[in-house]
């Protein structure tokens, strides 16, 4: 009976280690994502593009508030078309799926699109990470949504 609890014991100890593990995993995780969003914003905030180009993976894929589709050297052209006066993010969630993870926030900017128009934009944004082989994560697609006032 003693070995029993010995054991069992030892099973509980070895459980919320391997609990712990994950869960400061996630979190370390999970801040990396967010400060890889933030480097992001930064670019946009700074009208320096170039900022962008190594978080995106190969086969990014961005879906736009009006519902295009675009890659990565596409969302770059405009990136760098577009110009900004203020960019801001709101309400950043980060949630770890092993070696994946999304981004969820909202985004508020000012400035002058593509064609030289003044905008004003408030989108929901999701961003989809994924830790590529080498360890490095890198986004593989993005949605805006605009929100509805």
């Known amino acids: 009976m003693k070995r ?3 054991l069992s014991l030892i099973g509980l100890v070895l459980s919320v280690s391997v609990v712990g ?8 995780t999970e801040q990396a994502v967010a400060a890889l ?6 670019a946009q905030k700074t009208n320096n593009p170039d900022l962008i180009v190594p978080l995106l993976a ?4 961005d879906t736009s508030s009006e ?20 960019a ?16 969820t926030g909202e985004f508020k900017s ?3 699109d593509e064609s030289g128009k003044p905008f004003t934009a408030d989108e929901r944004f999701t961003d989809t990470w994924v830790k ?3 360890g490095k994560w890198q986004c593989v697609a993005s949605q805006g949504t605009p929100v509805k006032t």
């Open 4 to 6: 029993f609890w010995i």
């Open 21 to 28: 593990s994950q869960s400061a995993k996630t979190s370390e």
């Open 37 to 42: 969003e933030q480097q992001w914003l930064q």
């Open 58 to 61: 190969d086969n990014f894929v």
């Open 67 to 86: 519902g295009k589709f675009t890659d990565g050297p596409g969302m770059l052209a405009t990136e760098k078309a577009t110009k900004y006066q203020s």
């Open 88 to 103: 801001e993010y709101y309400d950043v969630k980060v949630h770890v799926y092993g070696n994946a993870a999304v981004a």
């Open 110 to 112: 000012k400035g002058t």
């Open 132 to 134: 590529m082989p080498k």
